[in-house]
């Protein structure tokens, strides 16, 4: 995957790369967002939760927004580390009878979110001086 990486801002230079890995970050974060959405209204719908369930989930997207509006090279690298909570929830998703796509869909938006939010830190902190 860093060979990956490298490659590509070898290729398409640092500006480009980061330009690249922030859209990805813009959006996997916006599917994550919808998907967390639907899931909720989904088990508000059918009575299982209240609607609390919806904002506790969106809550940790909520809280990098600033940092991902203001280009934070140590925020992505923190919105990298909670997107693996969502990848494991995704995965204890698909364990459930029925809900199996759901889970593979909000498991890969979280993975986008992981590589690209740690891409776009990568890029950044060598695009930085010092």
Do not use: N
């Not at 809280?63 to 140590?74: A, E, G, M, N």
């Not at 580390?81 to 890969?108: C, K, N």
Request: hydrophobic share 55%; charged share 15%; glycine share 10%.
């Amino acid at each position: 995957m860093r060979q990956w990486l490298d490659r590509m801002a070898t290729r398409h230079g640092l500006d480009q790369a980061a330009l690249l890995a922030r859209r990805g970050v813009w959006g996997s974060m916006g599917a994550l967002a919808v998907l967390q959405i639907l899931g909720g209204w989904q088990m508000h719908a059918s009575g299982q939760v209240a609607l609390m369930p919806i904002v506790v989930r969106l809550l940790p997207l909520v809280l990098f927004l600033p940092s991902v509006v203001t280009k934070r090279p140590r925020g992505h690298v923190m919105l990298a580390f909670v997107s693996l909570l969502y990848i494991l929830q995704g995965l204890m998703i698909a364990q459930v009878p029925g809900r199996l796509v759901w889970g593979v869909l909000e498991t890969l938006a979280a993975l986008a979110l992981f590589v690209s939010a740690a891409a776009y830190a990568r890029r950044r902190r060598q695009q930085l001086p010092g």
